[in-house]
């Protein structure tokens, strides 16, 4: 009988301490180990066909840091379907200006990244899990945001209710 005491206190004491190992610092919320295993479908990228061009001559030296020409740009196709330059849209900031400047017209905050980064790992800390959720990598990413999720039927109702011309939606679950 002292025996069997002495292995189940030996275990409590082993599960306590493996549970004093985790990131206090920084909680995950979402552990990949609790999710299903099955295809990623964003995995496959499709290419576009490749082309010979009419003069070799003309390649650009090989550069193992740059884009490869047939590697998808949707940035440059929907500029190039719209009828803008495609080259302003892959560059990054300058094209966007417009945008920024009306969006902050009413002021903006220069640390909101840092301000959101830290707000949010504070509630993390929060929201971590029960000491058996956490010990066995259960994911709570769910149950600790489900409170901001957007109720979509809810929503189309009120745009509906508005007058706003919406889309059908599919049917509840």
């Given at each position: 009988?002292?025996?069997?005491?002495?292995?189940?206190a030996?275990?409590?004491?082993a599960v306590l301490?493996?549970?004093?190992c985790?990131?206090?610092?920084n909680?995950?919320l979402?552990?990949?180990?609790?999710?299903?295993?099955?295809?990623d479908?964003?995995?496959?990228?499709?290419?576009?066909?490749?082309?010979?061009?009419?003069n070799l001559?003309?390649?650009?030296?090989?550069?193992?840091?740059?884009?490869?020409?047939v590697?998808?740009?949707?940035?440059?196709?929907i500029?190039?379907?719209l009828g803008?330059?495609?080259?302003a849209?892959?560059?990054?900031?300058?094209?966007?200006?417009g945008i920024?400047?009306?969006?902050s017209?009413f002021?903006?905050?220069?640390?909101?990244?840092?301000?959101?980064?830290a707000?949010?790992?504070?509630?993390?800390?929060?929201?971590?899990?029960?000491?058996?959720?956490?010990l066995?990598s259960?994911?709570?990413?769910?149950?600790?945001?489900?409170?901001?999720?957007?109720?979509?039927?809810?929503?189309?109702?009120?745009?509906?209710?508005?007058?706003?011309?919406?889309?059908?939606?599919?049917?509840r679950e």
């Amino acid at each position: 009988m002292a025996v069997r005491q002495v292995i189940f206190a030996g275990l409590g004491i082993a599960v306590l301490s493996l549970s004093g190992c985790s990131d206090n610092e920084n909680p995950i919320l979402m552990h990949a180990a609790a999710q299903e295993r099955g295809p990623d479908e964003f995995g496959i990228v499709p290419t576009r066909p490749l082309e010979m061009p009419t003069n070799l001559s003309e390649l650009p030296p090989p550069n193992p840091a740059g884009a490869n020409r047939v590697d998808p740009q949707p940035r440059a196709d929907i500029a190039r379907a719209l009828g803008g330059n495609p080259a302003a849209a892959v560059t990054r900031g300058t094209a966007d200006g417009g945008i920024v400047n009306h969006a902050s017209r009413f002021g903006r905050s220069e640390g909101i990244r840092a301000q959101l980064a830290a707000e949010d790992l504070e509630f993390r800390q929060r929201n971590r899990g029960r000491l058996l959720e956490r010990l066995f990598s259960v994911n709570v990413y769910h149950n600790a945001y489900e409170f901001m999720w957007l109720d979509k039927y809810a929503e189309l109702e009120r745009w509906r209710r508005a007058g706003a011309q919406t889309p059908t939606a599919p049917p509840r679950e």
